[in-house]
Nanobody, 120 residues
Framework: QVQVVESGGGSVQAGGSLRLSCAVS????????MGWYRQAPGKQRELVAR??????????DSVKGRFTISTISRDNAKDTVYLQMNSLKPEDTAVYYC???????????WGKGTLVTVSS
């Protein structure tokens, strides 16, 4: 089994920064992709950024140049994925979810989400 737990959400003014963290633990030998998604009120969940075990990254156009995804493998039982968010905008307000899976097309494991609120 794989556990996914996010942290680091909060409230910030426009132009500010936040860093989200996600601990992925358990049977992580099957995990080759991790990512961040978000869901704003009344909208569908969307991909924000993802990273593969090979270090390949992908960013949604709306966050390119402002957000950075990175990972640290601490041991054989836990990985941590970060989302550094700079120059935040009110439209970045959403619940941010961390996910992990064997490929970026099969993100089987999800956290419960952490709320990010950006005020103007």
């Amino acid at each position: 089994q794989v556990q996914v737990v996010e942290s680091g959400g909060g409230s910030v003014q426009a132009g500010g920064s936040l860093r989200l963290s996600c601990a992925v633990s358990g049977s992580i030998f099957s995990i080759n992709a991790m990512g961040w998604y978000r869901q704003a009120p009344g909208k569908q969940r969307e991909l924000v950024a993802r990273i593969t075990s090979g270090g390949n990254t992908y960013y949604a156009d709306s966050v390119k140049g402002r957000f950075t995804i990175s990972t640290i493998s601490r041991d054989n039982a836990k990985d941590t994925v970060y989302l550094q968010m700079n120059s935040l905008k009110p439209e970045d307000t959403a619940v941010y979810y961390c996910s992990a899976g064997p490929t970026w097309m099969k993100m089987d494991y999800w956290g419960k989400g952490t709320l990010v609120t950006v005020s103007s």
